[in-house]
């Protein structure tokens, strides 16, 4: 009986804000729908190591949501954790960011609110045909969550880039004793025939270029939000 006199003592106005949030954050969990394989791209079981430097690790993991394996890479860092994060949450600037990576042109379609949006990059790699990138992308305070949109309209791909069946991938950052650590985990099958030099190019190059053009770039511009 108390407890049912608290409830209805309880003022209503905090009760429908308390409700508000409840609803949108309903819909919004709704909205995200996670593709097959994203828990094991996420799980730290199973990755076979493949190249190790001072501060940098690579691995490979067979997922089945693509042909190709998939990969995890991994940056410890002096800078701190809001600099690489918010670094990598600015896909509009990734042709700046990665500059080895092949990024033709980036951008950003639509701003949901100030922890997503929807965005593409187009990747001009030597002796494959471009490729259109387009992506739902989720943030929070100390990762970033992408997987490949199949609603846009087709005028947003004007000269007809192949766009990749598959790509869904991560950033997280966390402490590392008094460094950072930054992981960046992708799932992609960029579509048509992918010569196996290709594969081997992000594997040994590419990849942990990624990660310290990052570091560079956010060390010089200091990105804090």
Not at 29 to 39: C, E, I, L
Not at 45 to 56: F, N, P
Request: proline share 6%; with cysteine.
């Amino acid at each position: 009986m108390i407890k049912i006199k608290f409830l209805l003592n309880f003022p209503m106005k905090i009760i429908k804000v308390f409700m508000v949030v409840l609803f949108f954050h309903v819909i919004f969990a709704n909205d995200v729908q996670y593709p097959s394989g994203w828990n094991e791209l996420q799980s730290n079981q199973g990755w076979e190591l493949i190249k190790q430097t001072k501060r940098v690790k690579i691995f490979t993991k067979e997922i089945p949501a693509s042909p190709l394996p998939a990969h995890r890479a991994e940056l410890i860092s002096p800078l701190g954790m809001e600099a690489l994060i918010n670094t990598a949450w600015k896909i509009d600037k990734s042709a700046e960011i990665f500059p080895n990576a092949y990024i033709k042109e980036a951008g950003i379609y639509e701003h949901q609110g100030d922890n997503g949006h929807t965005g593409y990059q187009i990747f001009d790699i030597p002796f494959l045909s471009e490729r259109l990138y387009q992506m739902n992308s989720i943030r929070t305070k100390d990762s970033i969550h992408w997987i490949k949109v199949d609603t846009l309209d087709a005028g947003l791909n004007p000269d007809n880039f192949l766009i990749p069946p598959v790509n869904f991938g991560s950033w997280k950052v966390e402490k590392y004793g008094d460094q950072s650590k930054i992981t960046y985990r992708l799932c992609t099958d960029p579509g048509g025939s992918v010569p196996l030099w290709i594969v081997k190019l992000a594997n040994q190059k590419v990849l942990p270029q990624m990660l310290k053009d990052l570091e560079s770039y956010a060390s010089k511009n200091r990105i804090i939000e």
